[in-house]
C-alpha cells in the first residue's frame, strides 16, 4: 500500500524561509513530485526528484532521500502569494506508474 | 485556452441522477487521469487511460466509469449520483511516467 504524511498546516511570515515535509512508505518509487495549489484551483507543478539531493528552482528547492523515504520542500524569500496548498506526491513502481497525493499542507504566510 | 478543459465547471445533481464530466486537452499526451478531491484526503485516483483503448481502475472507481473516445478527450460517467460523491473532480495530462502533471481546472460536483 501507499502511506504518504505531510503536516495538515503551517503558518510563516513574509521574507522567511519555510521547510514542508513528506514522508512516504510506498510499494517502489520512482519518484516524487511537489505540487502547489492554490484554493479552488488546478494543482501546478514544482519539482521532481528521483534521485537523492538538493534540487534547486528559483526561491524553490526540494530534497529527497529514498533511504529515509523523507522529502521537503524548501521556500525562501516568502511571498504572501505563496499561501497556498503543498502537495507531495509519489510515483509508485508498479506497472501503472501511478502518482499517489498526500494531503497536502497548507501553508499561510503572514505579515 | 486552457491545455486541459473540464466541462462543466460547477454542477449541482440528483441522487439518483446520471451525470458526465468531460475533459479535453491540445497538449497531445497520451496519458489521462481522474481524481477527486475531498478536503482532508487529498486527491485521489479514479481511473486513468494510457490510449484510446486502454482504461485502468484507480483506488477508488466504484461507482464511477470512463470514457477515452479520442486521444484528446477522456469522460467520467457517474451512473446513479449518490451524495458522498460531492466532490471536486480533476483531469489530468502527462507525457509520460517521469514528466509533470498538468491539471484541468477542476469540476465542482454537489449531489444533493
Known amino acids: 500500500g501507499q502511506n504518504i504524511d505531510q503536516p495538515t498546516e503551517m503558518t510563516a511570515t513574509e521574507g522567511a524561509i519555510v521547510q514542508i515535509n513528506c514522508t512516504y512508505q510506498t510499494s517502489g518509487f520512482n519518484g516524487l513530485f511537489w505540487y502547489q495549489q492554490h484554493a479552488g484551483e488546478a494543482p501546478t507543478f514544482l519539482s521532481y526528484n528521483v534521485l537523492d539531493g538538493l534540487e534547486e528552482k528559483g526561491r524553490f528547492s526540494s530534497f529527497l532521500s529514498r533511504s529515509k523515504g523523507y522529502s521537503y520542500l524548501l521556500l525562501k524569500e516568502l511571498q504572501m502569494k505563496d499561501s497556498a496548498s503543498y502537495l507531495c506526491a509519489v510515483r509508485d513502481g508498479g506497472g501503472g506508474n501511478k502518482l499517489t497525493f498526500g494531503t497536502g499542507t497548507q501553508l499561510k504566510v503572514e505579515l | 485556452d486552457a491545455d486541459v478543459t473540464q466541462t462543466p465547471r460547477n454542477r449541482i445533481t440528483k441522487t439518483g441522477k446520471r451525470i458526465m464530466l468531460e475533459c479535453s486537452q491540445t497538449k497531445g499526451h497520451d496519458r489521462m487521469y481522474w481524481y477527486r478531491q475531498d478536503p482532508g484526503l487529498g486527491l485521489r485516483l479514479i481511473y486513468y487511460s494510457f490510449d484510446v483503448k486502454d482504461i485502468n481502475k484507480g483506488e477508488i472507481s466504484d461507482g464511477y466509469s470512463v470514457s477515452r473516445q479520442a486521444q484528446a478527450k477522456f469522460s467520467l460517467s457517474l451512473e446513479s449520483a449518490i451524495p458522498n460523491q460531492t466532490a471536486l473532480y480533476f483531469c489530468?495530462?502527462?507525457?509520460?511516467?517521469?514528466?509533470?502533471?498538468?491539471f484541468g481546472q477542476g469540476t465542482r460536483l454537489t449531489v444533493v
Open positions: 489530468a495530462t502527462r507525457v509520460g511516467p517521469n514528466t509533470e502533471a498538468f
